[in-house]
DNA sequence: GTTGACCTTGTAGCGACTACAGGGTCTTTA
DNA sequence: TAAAGACCCTGTAGTCGCTACAAGGTCAAC
């Protein structure tokens, strides 16, 4: 198949797919007369591998790796624990401290108690105020 | 103050504040007669504010709109509570998607057993099982 | 004078795409 | 047959927000 049906069955865009090949995690495809890629099942089994472990945010240099073990069948397979469970840990951490923002956040918004000029703004203000803070804070640290 | 000091200051490295000034979230500063940066601390209060709102994640360009609001004191302030609505949804957004991603990866990480070879494992079975679900999925939905 | 810290401008790179530009191929329609 | 539109190709550049050089200048301390 060509280019677009893959990316079709995919759901990978195509300029992505031949970002992919350049990238080393797409094996050159064989192609048609024409010049263009000709795609088989074994591409496409592949390719949609790829795409589920970008779904889990997986950075393509431990995609790469995880293809490779994939491709050695004896190797042993703690590698594929430790990134699970780094992957795992980076989410937990970004959870945390997206919550955190999400607090800042909620309070900033409370600052807003009707529509007034940017002169009167609680929420410019409380940003004003807690970036002078906080570049105190930073001075006291001795940063 | 000379640039270090202002990174000093703010916590912002001096690299990055040369970016802000490129980027134009900075005004251009007075230089001293080595042609060294000049600052005072109107760029010391501005980009303590800038590197607040990094901390909040709003992007580069939505902190200029908030820099504009400043410098515009009878302006509207509906475009700040905007501003800040549209982070917390985004960020809330992010939570949730990362919520179900830590679930996946812990669905992920209970497939490994014990040590083992690639072609047992269970983690790379289930990655290749879902990818491979997935692909039917977009199929069926016509992507 | 030397050394090391700091400064300058300009360029390039990071990661993961994404969007052209310029040109070729193929199918359908008038 | 020609035109139009969809698809393809390679190569380059851009996005975002930094971050890291390279090459050279400035300054203070030893």
New interface residues.
């Given amino acids: 198949m060509r280019i677009g049906e893959l990316g079709?069955?995919?759901?990978v865009d195509v300029e992505t797919i031949r970002y992919y090949e350049k990238a080393g995690l797409l094996p050159v495809p064989a192609r048609q007369a024409n010049g263009y890629r000709d795609y088989g099942d074994k591409h496409?089994?592949r390719l949609?591998?790829?795409?589920?472990?970008r779904?889990?945010?997986l950075p393509l240099v431990e995609i790469k790796r995880?293809l490779e073990?994939?491709s050695?069948?004896?190797?042993?397979?703690?590698d594929?624990?430790h990134l699970?469970?780094g992957?795992?840990e980076r989410?937990?951490t970004?959870?945390r401290s997206?919550?955190a923002?999400?607090r800042?956040?909620?309070v900033?918004?409370s600052c807003?108690a009707a529509?007034?000029?940017?002169?009167?703004?609680g929420?410019?203000h409380e940003?004003?105020t807690?970036?002078?803070h906080?570049?105190i804070a930073?001075?006291r640290a001795g940063?």
Same sequence: chains 1, 2.
């Fill in positions: 079709w069955a995919t759901g496409l089994e949609a591998f790829i795409r589920h472990c779904v889990l945010d995880l073990l994939l050695e069948p004896s190797a042993a397979c703690d594929v624990d699970i469970e992957q795992l989410v937990r970004r959870i997206l919550r923002l999400e800042q956040l909620c900033l918004r807003c529509p007034q000029t940017a002169a009167e703004c929420i410019l940003l004003v807690s970036a002078h906080e570049a930073i001075n940063r």
